[in-house]
């Protein structure tokens, strides 16, 4: 049986390289070769334990690649093309999709609590930081990358994009809006894009560190408050005469950022949760308003499917949004361990690092 490398979860505190054999193909299925890939936020939460996966489970959810073989049942598409697919896989047939609500295709409970939704590579299935990917239900997932535009411009559509567009979309951002995003990693970067796409006249963009608050500004933040100097909830409301903002987009996943982001909201305004978090949440009195504040707060999982993607590499392909400043180190997959040391610790001013087998 075929062999290859792949960076697989062991225990908390170790994901390392280790070979594994190359996915059989399924008649509904294409096997992937990756071509770049990268690390998210959210397989740290799995290295540390915060996030429970099988051990063994190949780690990883963001793909660019080629087609290497296609099931007998995949119609569309060819060998040798390139694709990507979204960190989320939907089937296109169940419940949830048919509800309209692709990203929760395949909710339950795998591992003893709530699974995220229809993520499944690197959470229920094995994912795509190896040198194969097995994609299932291929026909609804596998997205052509058009020609021009390289690995590295597309790498952030499967998740950080998605997720970052749909925590804007999903709050109803309004032309003419003031939107404050707490936290400029990558998923708060694409978030300050999204709302600016969607129309806010100001977006303000919370941080600590100043070359996160730079790209920010680059990427549409009209206003940028660096966390450390100042207090956020002070600025903001000082920034909006004391009205507060129509949409607060959370992006780091902690209780302090989450509160912060509850305190700017005007009366009426929207808190869209996009942080991924590993302890309970307090909601203080006071900033609920004690419930009467017509508040809305609503959580995003990053929406997948191949139209999905379609559209997130249009926007790209007719220079909407220029997100390559978010790719600030390269590793090979043999390397990936120290990917993870660098990414893990958040050393050198790291945003995404692309992985090329």
């Known amino acids: 049986m075929a062999k290859m490398k792949a960076a697989v979860f062991v225990e908390p505190g170790r994901i390392v390289l280790d070979d594994k054999p190359v996915p059989e193909v399924g008649p509904q299925d294409a096997l992937v070769k990756i071509t770049t890939t990268t690390i998210c936020g959210t397989d740290i939460h799995i290295l540390k334990g915060e996030y429970p996966v099988a051990r063994?489970?190949?780690i990883g959810h963001e793909p660019v690649g080629v087609i290497e073989k296609l099931g007998s049942g995949v119609t569309g598409y060819t060998e040798g093309q390139r694709v990507i697919a979204g960190a989320i896989t939907p089937s296109g047939w169940s419940n949830a999709c048919l509800c309209g609500v692709c990203s929760q295709d395949g909710a339950g409970t795998p591992h003893g609590w709530k699974a995220m939704g229809g993520w499944r590579f690197g959470n229920t299935i094995d994912g795509c930081q190896a040198e194969y990917v097995l994609v299932p239900d291929a026909m609804a997932n596998l997205a052509p990358v058009p020609d021009g535009l390289s690995d590295e411009q597309v790498l952030m559509c499967p998740?950080?994009?998605?997720?970052?567009?749909?925590g804007a979309e999903s709050a109803g951002i309004r032309i003419g809006d003031v939107v404050a995003v707490f936290a400029q990693g990558p998923i708060g970067l694409c978030a300050s894009a999204g709302a600016k796409l969607s129309g806010a006249s100001v977006v303000i963009?919370?941080?600590?560190?100043?070359?996160?608050?730079?790209?920010?500004?680059?990427?549409?933040a009209d206003h940028?408050?660096?966390?450390?100097?100042v207090d956020p909830v002070d600025e903001i409301m000082r920034l909006t005469?004391?009205?507060?903002?129509?949409?607060?987009?959370?992006?780091?996943?902690?209780?302090?950022?989450?509160?912060a982001a509850l305190r700017v909201l005007r009366p009426g305004g929207t808190l869209s949760s996009l942080g991924v978090y590993s302890?309970?949440?307090?909601?203080?009195?006071?900033?609920?308003?004690?419930g009467l504040g017509d508040h809305r707060i609503i959580t995003t999982l990053c929406p997948g499917g191949k139209e999905r993607m379609r559209r997130l590499m249009s926007v790209i392909e007719t220079g909407r949004v220029d997100l390559g400043a978010m790719v600030t180190h390269r590793f090979r997959l043999d390397e990936i361990e120290a990917a993870y040391d660098l990414f893990g610790h958040q050393r050198d001013g790291v945003l995404k690092v692309a992985i090329t087998p």
């Open 56 to 58: 063994g489970l190949t």
């Open 279 to 290: 302890t309970d949440l307090t909601i203080p009195l006071g900033a609920f308003a004690a």
């Open 241 to 259: 005469a004391g009205r507060g903002v129509d949409v607060a987009i959370e992006a780091l996943g902690t209780q302090a950022t989450f509160e």
């Open 205 to 220: 963009g919370v941080d600590r560190l100043s070359g996160r608050l730079e790209i920010a500004s680059r990427l549409g």
């Open 159 to 166: 998740d950080i994009m998605s997720t970052g567009f749909s």
């Open 224 to 229: 940028v408050i660096d966390a450390s100097r």
